[in-house]
């Protein structure tokens, strides 16, 4: 079974910088491009960045120029840089394949206020 597991969250003001990691496990990271999401208070779960096995990456359009998605396949880690960060980036941050697939991990919250 695949295990996901999120972190780097917390507290940041508006306009700061945070990186979140992820550490997937079993087939999912090697069998699938990743994905970054997120699910704000009263909003669906997003899709805010997603990178192929090869690299090639997506962003949301509420995101583009801010954040910065990754991964390092030696290490089944995937990463997200976000930098200038707004009130509206509040969220629950979560990691998956992309289309998601399996079991979600318990996600990391993203806090962005003064």
């Known amino acids: 079974q695949v295990q996901l597991v999120e972190s780097g969250g917390g507290l940041v003001q508006p306009g700061g910088s945070l990186r979140l990691s992820c550490a997937a496990s079993?087939?999912?990271?090697?069998?699938?491009?990743m994905g970054w999401y997120r699910q704000a208070a009263g909003k669906e779960r997003e899709l805010v960045a997603s990178?192929?096995?090869?690299?090639?990456?997506n962003y949301g359009d509420s995101v583009k120029g801010r954040f910065t998605i990754s991964r390092d396949s030696a290490k089944n880690m995937v990463y997200l840089q976000m930098n200038s960060l707004k009130p509206e980036d509040t969220a629950v941050y979560y990691c998956?394949?992309?289309?998601?697939?399996?079991?979600w991990g318990q996600g990391t919250l993203v806090t962005v206020s003064s």
């Open positions: 990178i192929t096995s090869y690299g090639m990456t």
């Open positions: 998956n394949a992309f289309p998601p697939r399996g079991v």
């Open positions: 079993g087939r999912l990271f090697s069998m699938n491009a």
